[in-house]
């Protein structure tokens, strides 16, 4: 989730807050990030993940999915037991969500060369 709050604009993430969602602090996220570098770190690789900072020995992944206009509208998380997890599998369900995400976003309009206002 805090993935998905770092790509969103601060309309999106009161929206998403007054509407009923957790609220994740994306200030730090467990790992002492601060927001800018988390943001940065999100944008840059185009997912988020959770390594442990929810629950002992769960890996969260997560991917943004955006609307026509690049702002995030949803997003597609897998959870997994991390002592099953190596790094070859942890880079496929990588590769296999941002394709799922990219697909989805596609059918929303979205392209990659549209940007979202923060």
Do not use: W
Request: glycine fraction near 12%; hydrophobic fraction near 35%; aromatic fraction near 6%.
């Amino acid at each position: 989730m805090a993935a998905l709050l770092a790509l969103m604009n601060r309309g999106g993430t009161q929206c998403a807050t007054e509407s009923g969602v957790p609220k994740v602090d994306v200030e730090d996220t467990g790992v002492g990030r601060s927001r800018t570098r988390h943001r940065a770190r999100v944008h840059e690789l185009g997912y988020g993940d959770d390594n442990e900072e929810q629950e002992e020995g769960l890996q969260c992944i997560t991917v943004p999915v955006f609307e026509r206009f690049g702002r995030v509208i949803a997003g597609l998380q897998i959870s997994f037991p991390g002592m099953r997890c190596g790094a070859d599998t942890n880079a496929r369900y990588i590769a296999l969500l941002k394709e799922a995400g990219r697909a989805i976003s596609a059918q929303q309009g979205y392209h990659d060369s549209v940007r979202a206002p923060d």
